[in-house]
């Protein structure tokens, strides 16, 4: 075949075939940089068609290759041109390491190899760099997870319903038209073209376009092992973190869908990878991005000109240093992180362990609403003080910090908070700015009437104009935090979890909010509170809960947070 000019001496080699051990075929489009010789070797392997290469946030293959790398794009199995059947994540670990195995061969390459890409395309990197394929030597997973189970698709029990449904309706379009069923491709570009509908079609989990018995039942599989086990271990790397061995860059965003699992991944290998070597050398930089794009821009929300940092050059130092040896990336730090307020980037030697600063929920028994008398206070009650009571209603569900659509980003969450059906608890406005960087986590002692239940934790940022940007959350279910532990309804216990890590400033005359609720619609699937699956509830079986906060000497619930310390100067 041909190769095709793309300037700059750059050539593109497309539709190179690669034979699995079990003779299925997959196809990659190879950029070859100027000259003859053998060259370093980057390789993604993704599922939306390899003529895009991530170009929604990466440079194109083009660029990588005018700075004298081999780059190469592949379908994964069952996707584009490459032959098999897709179920995701399932075949990435055998088919990248023998991917990798051929490319040490492969005339253009020199057998050093790096990969990259961000979310599906992390998760390839990992599961490959499990196999310990010889030739891969570093990998750059961005906005992905380890754990497929709590950091992907769960947190705490509760289904990130709108980003599962969306991406399933996504991945199953390409199937429809793969298998060529075109009244089931018609229904899914219906179900994708309106996806705000899809997240009110209940049962969720008997959604049309997923029960279909011509697709795939991967999406199906999803919502029904609804609970952590070996489905999710066999399609992550949660269990095998001791054989990765290759130094990673990962790259996150304080909005983006899979934060949490992002950075878990991060924190886990720097304890858990295979080598001293591997622990030492994994690095994390936390930009305010979402999922896509990365830049200074979420809604009204500008974070200023650092915030467009350059991810393409942090690419190119990463994979320098490691493939062509040129050690500019020695003086990177572990962990890089933006300080929203400051719109700047700081650096960190270690992640925060400790939550030193505490606030306790106060109020007179009338928290409902930011009209209320919810307050956050740095010293607990010393008596009794009256419980908040709110109702928590499914079919009138408490939204997501970005509203019904669920946007990511630090949305304006003073509307959000007039509704009765949360509890909101204001602090003082600051005297001295109060930076916190790390894992939030909310202790609430609570009874709730129902047989099921959840909690949400969202902390707000009050500017002093009202306005009050949302920075991040956490949420719970009973069924989940409660496992074996013996949860009753009309019992007062001890909630205790982790909200979403962020790095962000409060300055004097600002004000911290902790918001409670029951449900983050459509964000996080909603609780039947009888005792019903979650996808399998509908207006049929939905039931209300009751819910009771209480804060006093006996229970004091509370707001922990990591706080950084910080010179008077």
Same mark, same amino acid.
């Given at each position: 075949?041909?190769?095709?000019d793309?300037?700059?001496?750059v050539?593109l080699?497309?539709?190179?075939l ?11 489009d190879?950029y ?20 895009i290469?991530s170009t929604?946030?990466?440079a194109h293959?083009?660029w990588?290759a005018q700075h004298?790398y081999h780059?190469v794009?592949?379908d994964?199995? $069952?996707?584009g ?6 179920y995701?994540?399932r ?9 990798i195995a051929w490319?040490?061969? +492969? ?6 190899i790096?990969?990259?890409?961000f979310?599906?395309q992390g998760?390839?990197?990992l599961l490959?760099?499990v ?7 570093c990998?750059a997973?961005?906005m ?7 950091g =992907? ?7 990130r319903l709108?980003?599962?449904?969306a =991406? ?13 069923l ?6 899914l ?5 309106d996806l ?8 969720y $989990?008997?959604?049309?376009t ?7 039942e ?5 919502v ?18 001791e054989?990765?061995a290759?130094?990673?860059l990962?790259?996150s $965003?304080?909005?983006?869908t899979?934060?949490?699992g ?9 304890k ?8 030492q050398?994994q690095?994390?930089v ?6 896509i794009?990365w830049?200074?821009q979420i ?7 650092e915030?467009l940092?350059?991810?393409d050059?942090l690419?190119?130092? =990463? ?9 500019e990336f020695?003086?990177?730090p572990?962990?890089? +992180? ?17 939550l /030193?600063?505490?606030?306790y929920?106060?109020?007179?028994g009338?928290?409902?609403?930011r ?12 008596i009794?003080?009256?419980r908040?009571?709110f109702v ?17 980003g630090p +949305?304006d ?5 007039l509704g009765?059906?949360?509890l909101?608890?204001t602090g003082?406005p600051l ?11 909310v ?5 709730t009437?129902?047989?099921s239940?959840?909690? /949400?934790?969202k902390?707000?940022r009050?500017l ?12 719970a279910?009973?069924? +989940?935090?409660?496992a074996g532990k ?11 979890f982790e909200?979403d890590?962020?790095?962000?400033v409060?300055?004097?005359g600002?004000?911290?909010r902790?918001e409670i609720a029951s449900s983050a ?12 699956a979650?996808?399998q509830?509908?207006? =049929?079986?939905w039931?209300?809960s009751?819910q009771?906060?209480?804060h006093?000497a ?10 950084v310390?910080e010179?008077?100067?």
């Amino acid at each position: 075949m041909a190769l095709v000019d793309c300037g700059d001496g750059v050539r593109l080699e497309r539709g190179v075939l690669c034979r699995m051990s079990d003779g299925v075929q997959l196809v990659s489009d190879h950029y070859y940089p100027p000259g003859d010789r053998p060259f370093p070797t980057l390789l993604m392997r993704q599922p939306y068609g390899r003529d895009i290469a991530s170009t929604v946030v990466y440079a194109h293959p083009v660029w990588f290759a005018q700075h004298g790398y081999h780059v190469v794009i592949q379908d994964v199995r $069952g996707r584009g041109d490459s032959e098999g059947d897709f179920y995701p994540f399932r075949n990435e670990r055998r088919d990248g390491a023998e991917t990798i195995a051929w490319l040490r061969g +492969h005339p253009a390459c020199n057998a050093r190899i790096g990969m990259y890409g961000f979310s599906y395309q992390g998760l390839t990197q990992l599961l490959a760099a499990v196999e310990q394929p010889e030739g891969l030597v570093c990998i750059a997973p961005g906005m992905t997870a380890c754990d497929l189970y709590h950091g =992907w698709f769960y947190r705490n029990g509760t289904l990130r319903l709108s980003s599962t449904l969306a =991406w399933g309706i996504q991945m199953l379009r390409a199937d429809a038209r793969r298998r060529g069923l075109r009244e089931v491709s018609a229904a899914l570009e219906a179900a994708w073209s309106d996806l705000r509908a899809q997240v009110n079609s209940v049962p969720y $989990g008997e959604h049309p376009t997923l029960r279909d018995a011509a697709l795939p039942e991967y999406v199906r599989d999803w919502v029904t092992n609804d609970r952590p086990g070996d489905y999710w271990a066999a399609l992550d790397v949660s269990r095998d973190l001791e054989r990765i061995a290759v130094p990673a860059l990962h790259v996150s $965003g304080w909005f983006d869908t899979y934060l949490n699992g992002s950075v878990d991944g991060f924190l886990a290998l720097t304890k858990k990878a295979a080598t001293e070597f591997a622990r030492q050398n994994q690095y994390l930089v936390a930009g305010p991005w979402a999922h896509i794009p990365w830049g200074d821009q979420i809604g009204n929300e500008n974070f200023g000109p650092e915030a467009l940092l350059d991810t393409d050059l942090l690419l190119l130092r =990463w994979f320098n240093h490691w493939l062509k040896d040129s050690g500019e990336f020695a003086d990177q730090p572990w962990i890089q +992180h933006f300080v929203q307020g400051d719109n700047v980037w700081r650096s960190a030697a270690q992640w925060p362990e400790q939550l /030193t600063a505490h606030l306790y929920l106060r109020s007179k028994g009338r928290a409902n609403s930011r009209k209320g008398d919810g307050a956050l206070s740095a010293t607990a009650a010393k008596i009794g003080e009256r419980r908040d009571i709110f109702v928590s209603d499914p079919e009138v569900p408490v939204f997501a910090p970005g509203g019904p659509l669920a946007l990511s980003g630090p +949305h304006d969450q003073a509307e959000l908070e007039l509704g009765n059906n949360l509890l909101v608890y204001t602090g003082e406005p600051l005297k001295k700015r109060f930076h916190t960087f790390g894992h939030p986590r909310v202790t609430l002692y609570a009874a709730t009437s129902a047989v099921s239940t959840d909690f /949400t934790a969202k902390l707000v940022r009050v500017l002093p104009d009202g306005r009050a940007q949302f920075v991040c959350m956490g949420v719970a279910r009973s069924s +989940h935090l409660f496992a074996g532990k013996g949860y009753q309804p009309d019992t007062v216990q001890r909630w205790e979890f982790e909200l979403d890590p962020t790095s962000c400033v409060f300055f004097p005359g600002e004000r911290l909010r902790l918001e409670i609720a029951s449900s983050a619609f459509p964000l996080y699937d909603r609780n039947s509170s009888a005792g019903v699956a979650a996808s399998q509830a509908s207006h =049929w079986n939905w039931g209300r809960s009751t819910q009771q906060v209480l804060h006093s000497a006996q229970y004091p619930s509370a707001l922990h947070l990591p706080a950084v310390e910080e010179s008077a100067g």
